[in-house]
């Protein structure tokens, strides 16, 4: 399988490049030019207790992820290790796996135990192989994939102990695969010189979170007791973002979810939606962004439905598609808040000063952290820890803004209070004029809703429940005014053979133009005409007795049967069925008894062939 040069996301956003300073944290110890190798060999001697990988380290891409340690050594000895691109440890998201190799010779008798650390906590799947001249091969695991308790040492970032005896060289096999961002910063160290730099490290970090958490319970102060908005979204801002890097520095691993390696995969995306949902919340009230510049509000609250939709969905989402898209969007929100910053400042609003000072910091040290999660910017000191020294600035300058701007909204709220003694009884009718008007509105909205659904959507006519409600009043008039009441079930003679031969729009067009016939036959009579179901219609004649309703039923089957119906090019022949029944009126009789006495003369005369009008009961029909 053939490896691949490896490069991230060009020209994401280049000018972040300009933010990156290289910084050369130790010494490179001597090293040797192995005539096979096209990187040197590492020489571990008494003076070395601390080094990084990287110059030393080649590099292959299994592109699906399927390669053994016995196909990773065949590419090895085929010359299928290539050096690392420009030295950089970043590849940004990559698929299948990557393989790192380097030879190492120990001439220092006293460390022959190393520990290994990949100096990124996201790493999913590691694979870590030490293959000694004899044929030995030792082999460990781990990665954020495990849990935390496999790591050979309790640290927040994947760390392996390898045995490198004095003498013979020895080959080191690393195998990464990850979701995440593929950042590959591998570090050798004694026992000795880990628990410095370690004690250095968890220091550094401990002074980060001691500052935030000072700064969290000052504001908590202050918002419990002025009840600003500000301040509580500026307390979930505090809150997320530190969960962030909670989660990306390993230390939400080590410390809060030890035993899953689900939520530490999925604490990454929701971490950074949520981070951004505060972001973008305390930049609205801060910047005042509802009354200064509404446009602005409106994308703003569009990024937080987009990040809190994109939260829930990545609980869902495999890593590889939430995370990177979650990162992707931090570039668009914290650009965005620069420039609400920007326009607020320029429009007067003081305030928004010490907010654009606080947030370039801010946006310059998350935008080299993004870069560096896409592989646009290489991994160094400033990239790595930029994000924590722009945030903490960030936040302090953020504080003294908060304490700014409350000073400028007592003054502001003084003046609006006067304002609105004078306004409150305008706005009052103001808003009590457009409520009337929304009610109007809302009721003849009601209206036309009712209208339509008691309407058949193909025919026009009145649909089966609604004539059901209506002839049950037509019938308690009709007894109270003793008048009499008919009711016509009417059926279109072998509608199905005109689906089966002509389909079913023709057939539609044939129910349409029936229901026309017949309703325009039916309007002098004052009739409830509606569509029963399929081809059947139901008629309530109010005031005629059977012998009127017996003849209004022939006048409408005379009627259809000499009104052929033309469309698509075709002349299609109707004819119907009816069955008539004049309801007794002694207040007993039920909605669904009538129905029953109509559709069984209805029955009768589709037994007695059909295209003809029958009464209900077995005697001989009236003349008509």
Known sequence: MKGRRL????????????????????????????????????????????????PYVSVYHDLEGQDDLAAARKVLDSGGFVPLPGNKTAFGFQPGALWFHTRMVNSNAREPRWLLVQKYALSDHIEVHTLHADGRVDTHVGGDALPFEARSIRYRTPNFWINVPPGPPVDLLVRISSQSSMQVPLWLYTPGAF?????????????????????????????????????????????????????????????????????????VPLSICLAQVGMQQFARYFLELRTRWRLGDLIGLAMIAFFVAWGIA??????????????????????????????????????????????????????????????????????????QIGSATEMLLLSIALSYRYSALRHENERIIRAGREELAQKVEQRTSELRLALDQLGHAHARLRESSQRDSLTGLHTRAHFMDRFQQLMTEAHRLH?????????????????????????????RFSSHVLGQALREHSALFARFGGEEFVVALPGKDREAAMRVAEGLRRGLDQAPCETAGLTIHLTASIGVHQLDLDGSTQVAAALQQADDALYRAKAEGRNCVRWDVDQPTPAI
């Open 314 to 387: 990545s609980i869902w989402l495999p890593y590889r598609i939430a995370t990177p898209v979650a990162s992707a969007a931090v570039f668009v929100s914290i650009a965005w808040i620069a420039i609400e910053s920007i326009v607020v400042t320029a429009r007067g609003y003081k305030p928004g000063r010490i907010f654009l000072l606080a947030w370039g910091l801010f946006l310059l040290g998350t935008g080299m952290f993004a870069a560096l999660a896409f592989g646009v910017l290489p991994k160094t000191f400033i990239t790595e820890y930029g994000v």
């Open 195 to 267: 628990a410095e730099v370690s004690r250095d490290a968890q220091f550094g970090i401990g002074l980060y979170y001691g500052i935030l958490l000072a700064l969290f319970f000052y504001n908590l102060v202050l918002w419990l007791r002025l009840r600003d908005p500000s301040y509580f979204w500026y307390l979930l801002h505090i809150s997320a973002f530190g969960l962030v890097l909670f989660t990306l520095n390993g230390l939400g691993f080590e410390y809060l979810w030890p035993k899953s390696p689900w939520l530490a995969d999925k604490a």
């Open 7 to 54: 490069s991230g996301w060009g020209g994401v956003l280049a000018w972040l490049a300009l933010a990156s300073v290289s910084v050369a944290l130790h010494a490179a110890p001597t090293a040797t030019i192995d005539p096979v190798e096209t990187r040197p060999v590492l020489q571990l001697d008494i003076q070395t207790s601390r080094l990084e990988l990287t």
């Open 483 to 511: 008048q009499p009441l008919s009711l016509l079930m009417i059926d279109l003679d072998h509608f199905k053979e005109i689906n089966d031969q002509h389909g079913h729009l023709v057939g539609d067009e044939c129910l």
